[in-house]
């Protein structure tokens, strides 16, 4: 069982950054595939980011802005955003998938990112 906690959102302007964290519990923290989703009013869930043994892969909207990491050491996932745009405005979410195992099993409850322009 993995608990995910995330930490950073707010209200920025167009063009600035943020950093958004997830705190995971667990002691076999490194052996999940990390990634993060966002949800926007009235439209569904979609993946924004992903990180594992292989190294990050991104959305195309979010390429070359935005950034995944991990500290394995810490049990802590980043997702740095960088030339925020109005349309990034949603609800983040941090999952969690065990090694083999297709489908991402464990959610935060989200942070709101808010981008005006």
């Known amino acids: 069982q993995v608990q995910l906690v995330e930490s950073g959102g707010g209200l920025v302007q167009a063009g600035d950054s943020l950093r958004l964290s997830c705190a995971a519990s667990?002691?076999?923290?490194?052996?999940?595939?990390m990634g993060w989703f966002r949800q926007a009013p009235g439209k569904v869930r979609e993946f924004v980011a992903a990180?594992?043994?292989?190294?990050?892969n991104y959305a195309d909207s979010v390429k070359g802005r935005f950034t995944i990491s991990r500290d394995n050491a810490k049990n802590m996932v980043y997702l740095q955003m960088n030339s925020l745009k109005p349309e990034d405005t949603a609800v983040y979410y941090c999952?969690?998938?065990?090694?083999?195992?297709?489908?991402?099993?464990?959610w935060g409850q989200g942070t709101q990112v808010t981008v005006s322009s």
């Open positions: 999952t969690a998938r065990r090694l083999g195992v297709k489908e991402y099993e464990y």
């Open positions: 667990g002691r076999t923290f490194s052996s999940y595939a």
């Open positions: 990180i594992n043994w292989n190294g990050g």
